[in-house]
């Protein structure tokens, strides 16, 4: 949704302490996870007026959220 977080414990709350796990045991998937933190953070941040960026790279942003929210998804389902 709009101007929401979508920390990936929000997103998969069942999985909540498989990605504590893997933060802590999986230098890859932390990586990954501080990555889409940061660009979640960043989202918020343009959502809320808070930042002023162009159309196209709010856009592009929000693709790589996706990117890095599948990548960080298929580790899970790897792990489960």
Do not use: C
Not at 64 to 74: A, E, F, N, S, T
């Amino acid at each position: 949704m709009f101007g929401e977080r979508h920390d990936l414990p929000h997103e998969f709350p069942e999985k909540e302490e498989l990605i504590k796990k893997l933060v802590e045991e999986n230098a890859e998937f932390a990586r990954l996870y501080a990555a889409y933190d940061v660009l979640d953070a960043e989202i918020l941040k343009i959502e809320q007026n808070l930042e002023t960026v162009s159309d196209a790279y709010a856009e592009e942003l929000k693709m790589k959220r996706v990117h890095l929210k599948d990548q960080l998804y298929q580790m899970l389902q790897e792990n489960s």
